[in-house]
């Protein structure tokens, strides 16, 4: 069974620019998780979406948002990046009420 | 707020030494406990997880955890550890089953052949 796919691997933007990152679940996931693994701040929840609505949301700016699709897979996008957006983006799929399973990560750099 | 504290950042250990890695957590309600791990190039796996029933749990490669409700805590143990243990390891808690992961800092673990 494939596990959780995120792509692009690597991303490279310049600040102001637009991100878009994206995430397949594992096969039957409904649950897809968003996680901002940033250097010396570990890994902080983002956004929480299951059967297409957005369920939780962590301490991030607007500018941070995301979406899922009829398939359950998700995107993440980031507007008007700031250089402090670098950082790897981990996405996570479960059932609900089951551990989450996580993919490789997109690293984001921001020049 | 939620949050999960790891004791140790960086630990160092040669093969066959004992392991135990703290964790604490600040939630006093019901809490979902999980220890991920890391390998270097590898992405973050389960390595072992506490819903409910009996506190000590196994997970796999031979690492164990005690939920201790009274001390807030999940360490997680080894008896004796591989090189191949080398890896960062996160501790992390879930207030709800189906809600978001707060997770500790990270203890790197290097393990001298």
């Known amino acids: 069974e494939a596990g959780v796919t995120q792509s692009p691997t690597h991303l490279i933007k310049t600040r102001g620019q637009q991100a878009t990152l994206r995430c397949s679940p594992i096969?039957?996931?409904?649950?897809v998780y968003w996680y901002q693994q940033a250097l010396g701040l570990g890994l902080q929840f983002l956004l929480w979406?299951?059967?297409?609505?957005?369920?939780n949301r962590g301490n991030f700016p607007p500018r941070f948002s995301g979406r899922q699709f009829p398939n359950y897979s998700s995107e993440l996008n980031v507007n008007a990046l700031e250089l402090e957006d670098s950082a790897l983006y981990l996405c996570?799929?479960?059932?609900?009420?089951?551990?989450?399973?996580f993919g490789p990560g997109t690293r984001l750099t921001v020049t | 707020a939620q949050s999960v504290s790891q004791h140790n950042h960086h630990v160092i250990l040669s093969e066959a030494a004992s392991l135990e890695l703290g964790c604490n957590y600040s939630?006093?309600?019901?809490?979902?406990l999980f220890w991920y791990v890391q390998y270097p190039g590898q992405h973050l796996q389960l390595l072992l997880k506490?819903?409910?029933?009996?506190?000590l749990v196994k997970g796999i490669k031979g690492f164990e955890a005690e939920f201790i409700k009274s001390k807030f805590s999940f360490n997680l143990r080894k008896p004796s550890v591989q090189w191949s243990d080398t890896a960062e390891y996160f501790c992390?808690?879930?207030?709800?089953?189906?809600?978001?992961?707060?997770f500790g800092k990270g203890t790197r673990l290097h393990i001298l052949p």
């Open positions: 996570a799929s479960s059932l609900v009420g089951h551990e989450q399973y």
């Open positions: 096969s039957g996931h409904t649950s």
């Open positions: 979406y299951d059967e297409g609505e957005e369920r």
């Open positions: 939630y006093g309600g019901t809490v979902n």
């Open positions: 506490y819903f409910s029933g009996d506190p």
């Open positions: 992390a808690v879930t207030v709800n089953r189906d809600d978001k992961i707060i």
